[in-house]
């Protein structure tokens, strides 16, 4: 398969050739880093230095001037700070700085201490050790394996797509709290009330009551408050109950840990944490660091930041903090090859504001607490940044230049051929591969699973021109909701929320370059396989412009596209599911054509009879169309068909359609189905795959006769009523399990209208303070009314609303 790059020139072919190999030693000079050297030594292979600080020094003699190796051999360093590089620690495009493993995986960079302890018997299975006066630990790992502070509910690895893999309403209720001698300094860990991601809290104590006292709360941009359900706390003495579970009692310097069964603690490696980055540059764009690379290390034990996460990203769901197991700031033309990233506590690798032609290969990440990759420009790189969900522009005075009004941002980097899973363990606001304020970012050949959220996600449409490609993604979605494998947002310059939509189409009107302002380069998706059992597999959510969608195989999800402007999906194939309309703008130049579908289209809040799209026709329905023909008014798929695709041996994900025939008729054009995910052999052999599921291709495709709308809509004066489910709601913002009844029209004569009334679109919640999540409640509460006033909290423009009405005669 043809594979393309944003590397330019001389750039694309030493990528190219150093992708799959390690980086031969090179002549030039080498120095020798060993855990029994000594950094008073001259750093040769006889006397080989102690740490890769003291090599650094050494190499900065001759860097840039002759090629220097820096050769760790096996073994565990222990670092005490992070290795910090800036720009006097460069090389040069014929004499490269490379730090390289003398085998790949035997060098171990480590950001714990190893703790020496003396165990004994507590009580109930629970051991005790002194620690050192001082020692504060956030993570503790045994014989390599993360340990668990002390928690309620307990951990259960099974419960995969539970929240915390264990949570409960009750979590810090008084009547938990009660039995707490003191909880400070505990967390409490909850979930974003409709699931967008999570929130953290430390806990400062509790009163005479129970009741806990905490603060924190900060981590998740459109704030809602936690989740009623999804909570946990950690931390606290009293909830030791389990194997595995642990905790540090800073008065007393005093570890108590439960052991799991057959486990010899007086043989075993005990390990702590204190450093949250083991590798950062501190650079920039004036005095960038240069041609340097790492290449075959482990890097392990690294602190979590959740508490320090605080910082907004552009309107978005997403709070950041700025960190990293490595943290990158201007570099250009680095690389890091081959290294296995376990077990960090917050982002494995965050690629910070100025970085150009950064090379990531052959990375292995696995059990990091936020994001794998993640690539963040700074927001003074933006004109007119904007930084909350509901903020609006003055399109009349935005600044309309195009792009980014500074450099300040990563650009022309690549993460291929590499495998990132258990994404999200701690911060459910994470992604494999996260992309915000950045340019030209490709990822190929990438295989990212089991996340709490995202397997990538975009979360903005500065500056676009990102490649998605080979890349095999699924389980993702695990812990959260309202979301896809891959997910987008582009609530750039031109974009407004909901109420706004006719400022945005009119400004669009009279410059149809508004759009690709910030979104200027085109996205691409293509190759890559999806699977979103809890949201969609490919999600373009507010806003998101500017993609080309081709060649993908959705095995679940579908296609999600909210509004925007001109996205092209062509040539996929949609398996069990379909297209997912949520909002569009009249002209958006959308075009969906020459897919594969298996199932009537799946709209959300979409205007009947409106044109949807630039095109969406030529695509084979592989299943009965009834549920899509209802929307011929819409000027969909009057030259599309349906059948069977035939499909070469779908049970072993072989996609490949046989039916020549039918795919000529609609221009499908087959594309591999087995070069998906990882290629590089030793990951490839570890890497997962998704369950395929079985297809649902119905025997009788008779095509079905156009139906109107159905005869038994519900009305109630003058307004139409629907009872929006799971997907649907997303379009209200609200919890796919919430509920709710949708005005779908409103006459304008009805009483329930007005400028101070009910409008269409609006979701009712409640009424006269009574929870509303079906028609037969609404019923039922007015029926029950007895004076004609009514008080209703709708969800309008996403976001809650009060009316207050007096109607007579208030009947069904």
């Known amino acids: 398969m043809k594979r393309l790059s944003t590397f330019p020139g001389i ?3 030493c990528a190219a050739f150093l992708l799959m190999a390690r980086i031969p030693l090179a002549a030039g000079i080498e120095l020798h880093v060993a855990p029994n050297g000594d950094d008073s030594r001259p750093g040769t292979v006889q006397q080989p230095v102690k740490t890769l600080e003291a090599a650094r020094n050494l190499a900065r003699k001759q860097a840039g001037k002759v090629p220097v190796t820096i ?3 096996d073994g565990v360093y222990y670092l005490d700070r992070a290795l910090e590089l800036t720009g006097q620690d460069s090389g040069s495009s014929t004499a490269p700085v490379v730090y390289k493993a003398l085998h790949e995986g035997k060098a171990v960079l480590s950001g714990g201490i190893p703790l020496k302890l003396q165990w004994s018997p507590h009580k109930d299975g629970i051991f005790k050790a002194s620690t050192p006066a001082g020692l504060e630990l956030d993570q503790l790992f045994v014989d390599g394996g993360r340990q668990h502070m002390a928690r309620y509910p307990n951990y259960d690895p099974t419960e995969t797509a539970v929240p915390y893999r264990g949570s409960a309403a009750d979590a810090f209720s008084p009547e938990r709290a009660a039995k707490w001698a003191d909880p400070t300094g505990g967390f409490i860990h909850a979930m974003h009330a409709a699931s967008w991601g999570g929130y953290h809290y430390r806990i400062t104590g509790k009163n005479e009551k129970n009741e806990v006292a905490y603060e924190g709360g900060w981590q998740n941009n459109r704030p809602s408050g936690m989740h009623k359900n999804a909570r946990m706390v950690e931390n606290i003495f009293e909830e030791l109950d389990t194997p595995g579970e642990w905790f540090h009692d800073r008065k007393t310097n005093t570890l108590y840990f439960q052991p799991p069964a057959g486990l010899d603690l007086s043989k075993a490696t005990v390990e702590g944490v204190r450093l949250a980055t083991l590798i950062q540059v501190r650079a920039n764009q004036t005095q960038p660091l240069r041609f340097v690379a790492f290449d075959g290390f482990v890097l392990r034990h690294t602190a979590r930041t959740f508490m320090e996460n605080k ?3 552009l309107r978005s769901d997403w709070t950041i903090h700025r960190s990293g197991a490595i943290l990158l700031e201007g570099t250009e033309d680095c690389r890091f090859l081959n290294c296995f990233i376990d077990q960090p506590g917050a982002n494995a690798v965050f690629v910070n504001r100025y970085n150009r032609r950064l090379h990531i290969a052959g990375l292995h990440v696995f ?8 690539f963040v420009g700074d927001p003074a790189a933006v004109r007119n940044p904007v930084f909350q969900y509901g903020a609006k522009h003055d399109l009349a005075a935005i600044d309309p230049t195009p792009g980014p009004q500074t450099e300040n941002y990563p650009m022309d980097c690549v993460v291929e051929d590499s495998l990132l899973h258990e994404i999200g363990m701690v911060e459910k606001q994470g992604a494999g591969i996260q992309i915000s304020m950045s340019r030209r970012i490709t990822v190929r050949d990438c295989s990212i699973y089991d996340t709490s959220r995202a397997g990538i996600n975009i979360g903005d449409g500065c500056w676009g021109g990102h490649i998605i490609e080979g890349c095999d993604v699924f389980n993702t979605v695990q812990e959260t909701g309202d979301h896809g494998s891959f997910n987008s947002w582009g609530r750039d310059r031109f974009w407004q929320p909901r109420n706004g939509v006719k400022q945005v189409v009119d400004a669009v009107a009279a410059n149809p370059g508004l759009p690709f302002l910030d979104a200027m380069e085109t996205n691409i998706i293509r190759n890559s396989r999806w699977r979103c059992d809890h949201g969609w597999d490919i999600d373009l959510d507010d806003g998101s412009s500017n993609y080309e969608i081709h060649n993908n195989l959705m095995l679940h999800g579908g296609l999600k596209l909210r509004e925007g402007y001109k996205r092209i999906a062509t040539n996929n194939i ?3 599911g379909s297209l997912h309309p949520h909002v569009w703008y009249p002209e958006s130049g959308d075009i969906f054509a020459h897919n594969i579908v298996m199932g009537g289209y799946k709209p959300a809040i979409m205007n009947q009879g409106e044109k949807w799209g630039k095109t969406i026709d030529f695509n084979l329905f592989a299943t009965g169309h009834k549920d899509r023909v209802k929307f011929a008014a819409n000027g ?16 072993h994900g072989d996609f490949t359609v046989r039916n020549e025939a039918l795919a000529k008729v609609i221009g499908f054009k087959n594309f591999p189905m087995n070069r998906f995910g990882v290629q590089k052999p030793s990951l ?7 369950e395929i599921p079985a297809v649902n291709i119905q025997t009788d495709l008779t095509p079905a006769a156009p139906n109107a709308a159905p005869s038994t809509a519900v009305t109630w004066l003058g307004a139409t009523l629907s009872e929006p489910k799971g997907e649907a709601l997303s379009a209200f913002g609200v919890a796919f399990d919430s509920g709710g009844v949708g005005i779908d029209k409103l006459q304008p004569n009805s009483p329930l209208a007005g400028a101070k009334g009910l409008q269409e679109g609006d979701l009712i919640r409640k009424l006269n303070d009574q929870p509303i999540s079906s028609i037969a409640d609404l019923k039922r509460v007015v029926g029950g009314i007895k004076n004609d006033r009514m008080n209703l909290e709708v969800i309008r423009n996403q976001s809650k609303v009060t009316v207050q009405l007096h109607v007579r005669g208030l009947k069904f």
């Not at 490839?684 to 998704?690: D, E, S």
């Open 11 to 13: 750039a694309l072919a």
């Open 71 to 73: 050769v760790c051999a």
């Open 311 to 313: 910082e907004p990203l």
């Open 367 to 374: 059990g990091a607490g936020a994001s794998a990759v993640a």
């Open 574 to 576: 949609i398996v069990n």
């Open 636 to 651: 969909c798929d009057a030259k599309s068909v349906v059948g069977d695709p035939q499909f070469a041996d779908a049970a």
């Open 684 to 690: 490839k052999a570890i890497a997962k795959t998704p």
